[in-house]
């Protein structure tokens, strides 16, 4: 199963654009790169997902390195609501078992 | 409105009386999961399930049963319930395939003492 690499926590400065980063060494050519976050006592929610191309929703960008070994989640102007925790997983096809981790915890500074 | 719904959100008891904790989704989602939270130990997926009838194991099965004789439904069965399975447990869905979010339930919070 293919695994992601995450930092546990980072800092950001309200209303300052946030790059949260994801390492995925053992990507393989159909694992498409998904993230969730996790607001505190909430499930985790949907953020963003992509397969080559970089994305963008109302949420955020999703950055993929070319080699597709890496991705960045960009929230452009992050508020005291984006503190929460980050996952970054992959999915790589029908049925799948999927694989969280411990993601990243981020912390949004008044 | 598209949900997934877990029953019951907090519940307390005592080692070895057999608990179910419910989840259904009303989105005609093939594949279902359970997850359990704990401090430290990130998202752990228990068991997930692609169709009626089709159950896996995901990396922390032992303890844990589950079943789903429906599409919308599944339960996660704790037959004999210990304090290390005292934890947050989510429940999730989607269709299935890489490319379509998962959707989450608010979490059921278990106490064994």
């Known amino acids: 199963d293919a695994k992601t690499t995450q930092p546990n926590s980072m800092e950001s400065n309200e209303e300052e654009p946030v790059h949260l980063p994801c390492n995925h060494s053992?990507?393989?050519?159909?694992?498409?790169i998904h993230w969730y976050r996790q607001l505190p006592s909430q499930g985790p929610e949907y953020v963003i997902h992509?397969?080559?191309s970089n994305v963008n929703n109302r949420m955020a960008s999703l950055a993929i390195a070319e080699d597709r070994k890496s991705s960045t989640l960009i929230l452009h102007r992050a508020t005291l609501r984006d503190a929460a925790v980050y996952y970054c997983?992959?999915?790589?096809?029908?049925?799948?078992?999927?694989?969280f981790g411990k993601g990243t915890r981020l912390h949004i500074l008044p | 409105e598209a949900q997934v719904t877990q029953n019951p959100r907090y519940l307390i008891t005592v080692t070895g009386k057999k608990l179910t904790v419910t989840c259904s989704q009303n989105?005609?989602?093939?594949?279902m999961s359970w997850y359990r939270q704990d401090p430290g130990l990130g998202l752990r997926q228990i068991y997930y399930?692609?169709?009626?009838?089709?159950?896996d194991k995901g990396d922390v099965p032992e303890g844990y049963k589950v079943s789903r004789k429906e599409k919308r439904n599944f339960p996660l069965i704790l037959e004999s319930p210990s304090p290390n399975q005292t934890s947050l447990y989510f429940c999730?869905?989607?269709?299935?395939?890489?490319?379509?979010?998962?959707?989450f339930g608010d979490g059921t919070r278990l106490s064994i003492l």
């Open positions: 999730a869905s989607n269709t299935g395939t890489a490319n379509q979010p998962q959707h």
């Open positions: 992509g397969l080559t």
């Open positions: 989105m005609n989602h093939e594949y």
């Open positions: 053992t990507i393989s050519g159909t694992d498409y």
């Open positions: 997983i992959l999915r790589d096809g029908w049925g799948d078992k999927i694989i």
């Open positions: 399930s692609m169709n009626v009838e089709v159950t």
